[in-house]
């Protein structure tokens, strides 16, 4: 026998154009199916006067039962005791809590869902397909997601509260306006908030006044205060609201809201830092990409540094992300190269020979010189360089490759994949030169002519000083057609955005490399390069010899053989990637204040020195329910500050490409660790005071290790 369908339950018979009346405005395709007895409705959404109790009702119900997370279209589980009715949903575009609303007016109590997320324009399986991962049932009838992307990051109750209050805000301006107090205001004026230095300035401050000024012809301070009176917010997370100056709103949120954080941050774990501000668009980031010519130097750690970390960070803010390496096989370095180990080879066979005037130095290439004895024996000693060198530069190029592929897993840099010039090439380049030519034009169009001998492309067109060679006079390529190729082939993978990380050297290619772009179609907004300066190594502040075997630099294995992966990567971030960097070797090896990254990671092996104390003492955590409101003192507060912080700091520095921003609020939360930690006694004789400063330096010990994470640092438990 099916069971009844989900109307009959509810006591009534369902009407196919009937309206319903909780929800929000839109269109919901609902499809569920209740044993033998399968329906099927499509309704227009629509709230009418005296639903906003119910929905509230409603919502605090799902709260009490644990699955719902409004502002983030979240279900994290949904629990109902009647095994008697089993139905399946599917949401198209509304909030999750707006839909089970509905379903929970209709449905008998006890119903059992089975809840999808299925937005528009996502690149996710249908959640009905068989072979979807991120649907679980476990036995005793209970509903959950595995799924990241459901389970994933949460807004922020920092971030849900300045929403809110940028709504309230906008909707005080409309009332003012409709009232006649003010002249009309833009639809959803832009509303920025910033964080006072000064105290006495509040915890929240906004411009808006200052903006609005000119348009509603008042002065900004009549806004502000306009807006001061009108604005009606709730008393247990605004204490109060100041005019500050000529015009700025200062906010002064409550204790209680800045005491929430720690639970907060436990909660997440680490989930905390991160968002979906990329909304899952496709991004590659490019980085290191060094010529197979010799071994990586520091200048290409700081690159790998940068692009990992940032690589990161995007993943963090919700992209997906896709690490690659350009292999630069081909041209005349890889050339040169091979001319440089046959002078070697040469010289140890007994040979005299001019070494190449631009040649490569260095111990490695003795080292590829003697590889290539033992390989090859005498062969190439009588051998023509035309037929010698193409076997040379094959064998060297492959080589310093898997010497550079194990100095980069060495510093805990993996790349998604590898990508070869020399393929590149070989895909546009037969015989007849008037093939690749065509095929420019095909691209190019108009903005390809030759000249010259040569064939060329009209950047000037687009923004670059003068026109760009494609193809030189004796049919050879430039790097310049090679980079064309290459970003355009990166497009056609699906890329939505593309991050180059160059050397600083390669600062002129910006311009070509983009107007190239923008003559494809692409926008010039699609390619972001970040340019990473040298690094200069010194030893107690005197700068240190060029190494042997690199021949003229330091090389990036060196330099983490003798202080660490941890130390190299941190210190390589501490700056802006655009600025200069002085790296001093004692620094970085000093277990001592006075090293950044010890600095930062002694804060997280204190806290868990600290909590493995806590549990000998009898107050093991995790301190969910820790009696927060007893964390009062002035330095307290500063600390739950900056761990409200994070999100946006994570956010911001993907956002602006600047990872150099995540070490530095490190530095600066371990800073007011370590003066907390010296001040006040963590586990005491006051049980739920110690619970709290518990709770407290577990979710500090929490971000610490979020952040140290994003950067690929350790956290060590001990030190």
Sequence with gaps: MGHPSRDALA?????????????????????????????????RLGLQGGAHARERELENRMQIMGGIENGGDVLQRIEFLDP??????????????????????????????????????????????????GLSIDPIRNISYASPWLNGPKMT???????????????????????????????????SWEYPSESAFGDLATPIAFALARSLRRKPRDIAELLQRCLDLDPRVVDRVEVGGTGYLNLFLT????????????????????????????????????????????????????????????????????????????????EMLARSVLARYLEGAGVEVVFP???????????????????????FVHLPERESLPVIGELATRLMLEELKGDLEQFGIRFDSWFSEKALLSRW???????????????????VYEAEGAVWLATSNFGDDKDRVLIRANGEPTYFFSDCFYHRDKFARGFDHLIDVWGADHHGYIPRVGAALRALGYPAESLHVLLVQMVTVLRGGIPVPMSKRGGEFVTLAEVVQEVGRDAARFIFLTRRSDSP????????????????VYYVQYGHARISSVLREAEKAGLPGPYLDAPVELLDLDEEFALLRQLALFPEVVESSA????????????????????????????????????????????????VLANGLGLLGVAAPERM
């Design 655 to 702: 956002l602006a490409y600047e990872p150099h921003r995540i070490p530095a609020y490190l530095q600066n939360l371990a800073g007011e660790l370590h003066s907390y930690y010296n001040k006040y006694r963590i586990i005491g004789e006051d049980r739920p005071l110690s619970q709290a400063r518990l709770a407290l330096v577990s979710a500090i010990r929490m």
């Design 357 to 379: 005037a631009e040649g490569y130095h260095g111990e490695y290439v003795k080292d590829l010189a003697a590889t290539l004895r033992e390989e090859w024996g005498e062969k």
């Design 429 to 447: 380049r037969p015989p007849d030169r008037s093939l690749p030519v065509q095929t420019l034009r095909d691209l190019f169009g108009e903005h």
């Design 84 to 133: 008697s009715l089993e139905c399946r949903d599917v949401l198209g575009g509304l909030g999750l809590i707006h839909f089970l609303r509905f379903f929970l007016r209709l449905s008998p109590k006890g119903a059992q869902f089975t809840v999808a997320s299925d937005m528009p324009g996502s690149r996710r399986p249908s959640p009905f397909d068989p072979e979807f991962p």
């Design 11 to 43: 006591g009534r018979e369902p009407t196919s154009d009937e309206p319903m009346r909780h929800g929000t405005e839109g269109n919901l395709e609902n499809q569920f199916s209740c044993g033998l007895v399968h329906y099927q409705q499509r309704s």
């Design 157 to 191: 109750q920092l971030a849900k509260l300045k929403a809110n209050i940028t709504e309230d805000v906008r909707q005080s301006l409309k009332r003012a306006a409709e009232a006649g107090e003010i002249l009309p205001v833009e639809e959803g004026p832009e509303v």
């Design 255 to 334: 204790k209680g809201f800045w005491q929430q954080v720690v639970p907060e941050i436990l909660r997440a774990g680490g989930q905390y830092g991160r968002s979906r501000v990329g909304a899952e668009k496709r991004v590659q980031v490019e980085f290191v990409s060094a010529n197979p010519t010799g071994p990586l130097h520091v200048g290409h750690g700081r690159g790998a540094a940068v692009g990992d970390a940032l690589a990161n960070l995007l993943a963090a803010a919700g992209f997906a992300v896709e690490r690659e390496f350009y292999i630069n096989d081909a041209g005349t370095q890889i």
């Design 581 to 596: 960097l002085d790296f001093d070797l004692e620094v970085a090896k000093a277990q001592s204040l006075e090293n950044p």
